[in-house]
């Protein structure tokens, strides 16, 4: 009888802090567990009494590679409640913000996070002595996705821009058409990139899972849709609830999610890949069909090929939305609190993210949840290790391990977002 | 040639919107890796170098028994320890619930209480053990992140300044948001450092750098009372992103008991 443990201490190269434990017997995988340890922050809990106006730049803090997703999702909860609608130019402002924040997050993933697995580098620094044309033009996309969050939202980590309803300023058409020649120079250098990773080597490995994502009927939907999977799930934002659940495991400090009766789903760039390939812009679609990946991609270390078509077409859709910009007259849709409940959902970089609020008359929290993408891919994550592991066995140790790693690196999981809220349940005798 | 100087980036409770500031240098980054030997950034490398480090930057606060084991660890191994970011320096959003009445955190809190662990407040770096320099802002600020970084691996003091946002205001010749607009801000009790961002977005300072040198909470208050805002956005607005740190926390708590007395 052969015992075989494989343990990563601390993962690396994902945000935050995560390990992983494999355990074997006689080749079987007999256990596998993703643990995040990363202390829990317990946002919902004292999110309540603080006033509906301040979650948008409070959720924010969640995560700092994706704080635009947070701000995007708490304020669309809120103008639910409100009974406004943020539409016309403030709105392609929102989508233009949240292109950018795609950008910056895939490419920090793709070239910094994800490439060196597939090229056998510790980190993109050391990438960088064989290739410094390459990691200089990932740095240089990452940084154009920077700008465009910089220019809309104020600043790069944590825009200060964003509130419900809107802007508190508006930019100019001016300082948006500052942008026009680096997004030209991004399209044309993201679709350098979707052709350099199609070229890497992929192991063979295909899932069937569950793909969850919006839906929206002319977009790829990034600002709002209802909620469709490939296995029939149709649902508007506010019935998320009634079809999804959250598990509290002991080894964990994130709550595992999962669809109601069925289990696993993943959520993120191949799910909205496989679900909205028409809504892809044409240039995007092009790509793609020029590198030969088509829906259904079902194999998860191929997600950096869409994450690259999703940057090329981000940096296309961002530079028409640039071209046509005209400055509203007012940067926010004013309305005064009412009591409600409200859901929020958007496409965060990393998938689906939802919220939902709960406020009194005088716009106070009194109930907040938070579902990231990472606590949602966290069982399909565990699901394809408990899989590859077994068709990898005559690998070398430390080979395995870092495939192993790679596999879970494929999600780009965020285990800051996904610790983030462990509910507390107050109790009063 | 000597040897390069070895970094070592850490994190705790946190976004890590800190360190990613260092991965946002995208014009710096490369250069900033050619001089020192990152020897231990797990969200960039999977290489771990041993220890001792040259310069150790921080993010989070702590909140577990565990963390407070590990940053005794991490000081030992560090020849100069700095604090990056408001949950390093303050102990962060995560620090709200340090206000909260313990007596309501009664023993079932969790869904499965016995599966986490974690201590009653959320405290800086600096409640634990000694360190070299904090750098404010939530996030810091990437230009000062690196001022910081040359400065220890040149054996200098950082050149930080530790005057209010009005400087930065004037400076960037931004109309004052508060005389202008009569929008509440907490410009002038709040360090420099983010260019005096929100108010040239037309929005009061939030306070997401933290108190500047000696700042004067009170004579703020009053005049924000004096312009309407209610006391409890008064509360609210002081116990944000760096509520925690020692001036905000007396200004919120002071108007508080205030409040319950009356
Ligand atoms: S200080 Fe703010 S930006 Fe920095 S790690 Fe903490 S929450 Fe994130």
Redesign the interface.
Known sequence: MKRRTIKVD????????GALYIRMKDGQVTDVKLKIY??????E??MRG??YT?AP??TA?????C?VAYQMSASQAMEAILGIRVEGPLRDLRHLLYLGEWIESHM?HVY??HAPDFLGY?????M?RDH?EV??RG??L??YG?EIVAVVG?????P??VRVGGF??VPTREELQSLVDKLKWGRDAALETVRWVASFDFPDFEMDYEFVALRHPEEYAILEGRILSNKGLDIAVHEYDDHFEEI????S?ALHSRIRGRGSYLVGPMARFNLNFDRLSPLAQEAAREVGLLPPCRNPFQSIIVRSIETLHAFDVALRLVENYDMPDS?VVEAEPRAGTGYGATEAPRGLLYHRYTIDDQGIILDAKIVPPTSQNQKAIEEDLWHFVPQNLDLPEDELV?RC?QAIRNYDP?I?CATHF???????? | MARKPKLAVW????????Q??L??C??E??TV?DRVE?AYF???????VKGPYDLSLVEGSI??PH?AKRIRQIRRMSRYLVAIGACATTG???A??NF?DVR???Q?????P???E?LEH?TPIAAHVSVDFELQG??VNKYQLLEVIAAFLHGRRPNIPTHSVCMECKRRGVVCVMVARGIPCLGPVTQAG?NA??P????GC?G?FGPKETPNTASLSARWLEMGVPRE?LV?AFRG?TGYAEAFRKESMSHETADHQG
């Open positions: 601390y993962l690396a190269r994902v945000e935050g802090e990363e202390p829990p922050r317990f946002f809990a004292f603080r006033k301040e730049d409070i803090r969640i995560c700092g590679i704080p920090l910094m996070l510790q980190s993109a620094i050391e960088a410094p990691v200089q740095l240089q990452k940084k920077n104020g600043r790069e980590v944590h200060i821009n508190y300023r509290h495991v002991p080894y400090n940067p870092w790693e965020c800051s462990l509910k507390l349940h107050i109790e009063r005798e | 994190k705790f409770a946190s976004c890590d919107g800190c990613l500031s991965l946002d995208e014009d980054l490369l890796a990152i797990l969200e960039a490398s999977r290489a771990v909140t577990t963390d962060g959003i995560q709200l619930r909260k309501e955190f009664v079932r809190v969790y869904a499965r016995e599966y986490i974690t959320s939530c996030p983010c961002l929100c040239a977005y037309h929005r939030f997401c956005d609210r992103f």
